[in-house]
């Protein structure tokens, strides 16, 4: 197994209602919408695999659940930041897709269908609560942070989950979600939609 690590700031949105049933239910609960649509995306604040730095990039995971998580058949396509070069994609690939284990290995026997990886220049703002990423004309997404009544400038927090990017997760609307690529296709601005985000670190 490759010895690689990446840590960072990730966010998202789905088409589900806030708050996502699949977190509460340990990915048994059926979508809000019936499937499951979803953008993670990943800020590469530090990374290392073998020696290629991965540190400053980004890249997301577009997924679509056609039924409840647990029960497979998920597509998944990748976007990576087009400013990685040959090296840097191939180390993303891995880690994004698990077959160099981590915390994606776990999710990998879910997923019927790898749909291909794009390229595109990958923005990642982070202002307080708020979070938007932008992977040129793939996806869209913003969200806003639900603060905590208790803690001044924090939001509320779900713990323990079995999400693969983090057990802690911040609850979060989304703003707006724009997801057009590899047959996934969805658009909402209502507010009403759910989000996370969290800070990460990955181990292979």
Known sequence: ?????????YMETCNCDFICPCIGSNLTARP??????????????????????????????????????????????LIIDDKANETQTQAISEIAS??????????????????GVEKRPITFETNGLNHTVKAGDLVD????????????????????????????LA????????????GIDWEDASGLRNGHFAPFSWVG
């Open 141 to 168: 997404q913003a969200l806003v942070g639900v603060p905590s009544v208790s803690k001044e400038g924090e939001p509320i927090y779900l713990e323990n989950t079995a999400h693969p990017v983090s057990a802690k």
């Open 32 to 77: 809000t919408e019936g499937d499951c649509k979803a953008a993670i995306a990943m800020r590469i604040d530090d990374g290392d695999k073998e020696g290629t730095s991965l540190s400053g990039l980004a890249f997301l995971v577009l997924l679509h659940s056609p039924g409840p998580m647990a029960e497979g058949n998920i597509k998944v396509g």
């Open 98 to 115: 698990g077959t160099v284990g981590g915390p994606m290995a776990a999710l990998a026997p879910l997923v019927g269908e790898m749909a």
């Open 1 to 9: 197994m490759a010895n690689w690590y990446i840590e960072g700031q």
């Open 171 to 182: 609850l979060a609307n989304a703003s707006h979600s724009r997801f057009h690529a590899f």
